[in-house]
């Protein structure tokens, strides 16, 4: 055991981030199927729109694992910058895309709502998941905010998107499963959320497709 542990210290940062998303990867996987299977018991509609999306980061994070370890067998510095702009800017588009169609979800959910009932503990186990999830995003980001290889920033980045949607989806559970109806109107605080989350998605995505010049302005240096 220590004779990994001393392994593991050896690895070069970006080594150690690619192997503890291996692990997060996987975890976010099992969640999103967790959700889909409860959308169906439940039944609930938000249950697996957000089982989709989860799942949908979870492989864009799977692929980005992919091409990391691509780079690692490839010497060539240039064919490196190339795999690692390719999947920002992939990345990029995908946040794009998954954003816009979020935020037509919630016009959705704004004028039909949600009715997104569960038992007690389930709704304790929803908010547990998405305040861990949006912790070790914002964790990510502040830690390795220096490290500007395009990859890593792409993870970062839909690891934000996916702990938003998260904290999104417990605001729902817990305003549908406690909130007095004759008190909040439940359906236009969802919705108006949830159209903001959706674009703040579309801005990450943007904010990538733009900034890959920045990135490789970075890279010449």
Request: hydrophobic share 50%; glycine share 6%; net charge positive.
């Amino acid at each position: 055991m220590n004779k990994l542990i001393q392994q593991f210290k050896k690895l070069k940062k970006e080594d150690r981030i690619m192997f503890f998303l291996i692990f997060t990867t996987i975890g976010n996987i099992f969640m999103a199927i967790v959700k889909f299977v409860l959308s169906l018991t439940l039944p609930s509609l938000w249950f697996f729109i957000n089982a989709i999306f989860m799942m949908v980061l979870s492989f864009a994070r799977f692929f980005s694992i992919r091409d990391y370890k691509k780079t690692k067998l490839i010497e060539d510095k240039e064919e490196i910058q190339k795999i690692g702009y390719k999947n920002y800017l992939t990345n990029g588009i995908l946040l794009v895309v998954l954003g816009i169609m979020y935020f037509f979800v919630n016009v959705y959910i704004y004028y039909k709502g949600t009715n997104t009932t569960i038992y007690e503990y389930l709704t304790y186990l929803v908010a547990l998941v998405a305040f861990w999830s949006i912790g070790s995003a914002i964790y990510g980001v502040v830690k390795y905010k220096r490290n500007h290889m395009p990859i890593l920033k792409a993870v970062k980045l839909t690891n934000f998107a996916n702990a938003l949607t998260s904290i999104m989806l417990t605001q729902i559970v817990l305003l549908d499963t406690y909130a007095d109806t004759k008190v909040y109107n439940s359906n236009l605080i969802n919705g108006l959320t949830g159209m903001g989350i959706g674009i703040i998605i579309v801005i990450l995505g943007l904010y990538m497709i733009i900034g890959i010049n920045k990135i490789r302005k970075i890279d010449e240096l």
